[in-house]
């Protein structure tokens, strides 16, 4: 008991030092360039723990190159998605090349590399696009985002832990169930009901003027795809019998055990806001 307490208060003292830097950089219009560099390296970060988890398989991915065009896919985004597309792309192409130039035939080994490129490359990326939205939206988008699944998280928690009987997927991570998977959205889809509410009463609330039903189905929707996220790290993890992605944030892991829900929840938020776009 005394050793679950002693995590609890070292991951509630890193929550503690991290949030005013992180809402720092997402609301100071001057730090603007501070945001692409903050998620520049967190990609660079988690691309080296996404890659020690496939060291820990044996695996021998094109660390180097999928790092540097991971970076370069973030810079890219605030350009423009085009932009960042096309690094994509260059990258895939890069990536596989120096593999045949490498003669490592190994169809694991490129799909490992194309697959981090992908998931803690170019999916990140979408919070630079996400924050330098228009309508003067950026900084409201991302901390929404990061709201709710926040809120997805602890209600997953909470409510897994007072009445959890049904395993989700007791083969990746055996702690969680079907109740607090559902429990999480709800706490979420509340999360997204006060946000419509906020945005009805305050005039300046920086967020996107949407009817209730579109705020409830992107609530709902953020929290499932930050779960399937939190899952696929899990799994990746459990394959190769790592416990953490990382150490670098005390009583949280890595950066990938941190920003899991968010590698899928910042993608599928910035393409809802192409299918239902801003109306402020």
């Known amino acids: 008991m005394r050793s679950n307490q002693g995590s609890t208060l070292v991951r509630l003292l890193t929550a503690i030092v991290m949030l005013p830097v992180v809402l720092a950089l997402v609301w100071i219009p001057q730090l603007e360039i501070a945001f692409v560099a903050f998620i520049a390296l967190l990609v660079a970060i988690g691309l080296s723990e996404f890659f020690a988890i496939a060291y820990a398989k044996k695996i021998a991915t094109q660390h180097a190159a999928a790092v540097f065009f991971g970076v370069l896919m973030v810079v890219a985004a605030y350009n423009s998605p085009a932009m960042l597309n096309a690094a994509l792309v260059l990258g895939v192409i890069v990536a596989a090349w120096i593999q045949v130039l490498r003669s490592q035939v190994s169809l694991t080994a490129l799909s490992v590399t194309l697959w981090g490129l992908f998931y803690v490359g170019w999916m990140p990326a979408h919070f630079v696009m996400l924050h330098g939205y228009g309508k003067g939206l950026g900084a409201g988008l991302v901390t929404f985002l990061i709201v709710i699944i926040a809120l997805s998280d602890t209600g997953a928690y909470f409510v897994g832990r007072a009445i959890g009987r049904h395993k989700l997927a007791p083969t990746i991570s055996p702690k969680k169930t079907w109740e607090g998977a559902v429990g999480g959205v709800v706490v979420a889809l509340i999360g997204a009901v006060v946000a419509w509410y906020i945005d009805e009463r ?69 393409y809802l806001l192409a299918w239902l776009p801003a109306s402020v």
């Open 202 to 270: 305050v005039a300046a609330a920086p967020l996107p003027g949407w009817e209730l039903w579109h705020y409830a189905l992107t609530g709902v929707l953020l929290a499932i795809a930050g779960q399937i996220g939190d899952l696929v790290e899990s799994m990746m993890k459990r394959d190769a019998g790592v416990k953490d992605s990382g150490n670098i944030l005390p009583g949280h892991g890595g950066i990938l055990d941190r920003c899991d829900g968010y590698l899928f929840a910042g993608p599928m938020l910035y």
